[in-house]
């Protein structure tokens, strides 16, 4: 099944404790992407990745970091996490030569006390 | 940068009505508009998307008009039904070629159908 996937679902952490959220897709997309979900706010885009090793700043990338070694892998990495981040987190996935479709996780639901 | 706005932020409809949301961007240079729903708990998916040589799609209820020269288009429901009762996003392409899979979201609209 042709999917996104993202763990952990829920997480629960205090500030400066680092993290990372994993994003993994099984489509053979080049494109992949991390948004953050606030209330009113609609999706922001934090980071996105062309392709293996080719990243580039979002919207709103202070306070993260991204990796992309493999083509199907693309972590978040909070390196000191801060109440500001609590916030609903996407990955999402496309190709790059269209359709532009992006197919997103699940989602994961983090607070930062 | 590109900056989607999104009207209105809250719609009510009676089941079986029509919905209107309508969206401007700001980038002249942008030439891919997706629409996507989240239903509650979910994530969003894609529903309809139009390009920029293209004014008007269409696919059974939902349509998607563009108008380039004002910058603005709209995600039109005909015939609403409850589970369309969703959050509506529009998106806009940060640029052109390809990068028109990289987008800017409207803030959205929460739509909900009354029986």
């Known amino acids: 099944e042709a999917q996104v996937t993202q763990n952990p679902r829920y997480l629960i952490t205090v500030t400066g404790k680092k993290l990372t959220v994993t994003c993994s897709q099984n489509m053979n997309h080049e494109y992949m992407s991390w948004y953050r979900q606030d209330p009113g706010l609609g999706l922001r885009q934090i980071y996105y990745s062309m392709n293996v090793e080719v990243t580039d700043k979002g919207d709103v990338p202070e306070g993260y970091k991204v990796s992309r070694k493999e083509k199907r892998n693309f972590p978040l990495i909070l390196e000191s996490p801060s109440p500001n981040q609590t916030s609903l987190y996407f990955c999402?996935?496309?190709?790059?030569?269209?359709?532009?479709?992006?197919?997103f996780g699940p989602g994961t639901r983090l607070t930062v006390t | 940068g590109e900056n989607v706005e999104q009207h209105p932020s809250t719609l009510s409809v009676q089941e079986g009505d029509s919905a209107v949301i309508k969206c401007t961007y700001s980038d002249s240079a942008s030439n891919y508009f997706p629409w996507y729903k989240q239903e509650l708990g979910k994530r969003p998916q894609l529903i309809i998307d139009?390009?920029?040589?293209?004014g008007e799609k269409k696919d059974q209820r939902i349509a998607v008009t563009l108008n380039k020269t004002a910058k603005h288009f709209s995600l039109h429901i005909t015939e609403t039904q409850p589970e369309d009762s969703a959050v509506y996003f529009c998106?806009?392409?940060?640029?052109?070629?390809?990068?028109?899979?990289?987008?800017?979201f409207g803030p959205g609209t929460r739509l909900s159908v009354l029986p």
């Open positions: 139009i390009r920029s040589n293209v």
């Open positions: 999402a996935s496309s190709l790059t030569q269209g359709p532009y479709e992006q197919y």
């Open positions: 998106a806009a392409s940060k640029g052109t070629g390809n990068y028109g899979q990289n987008f800017v």
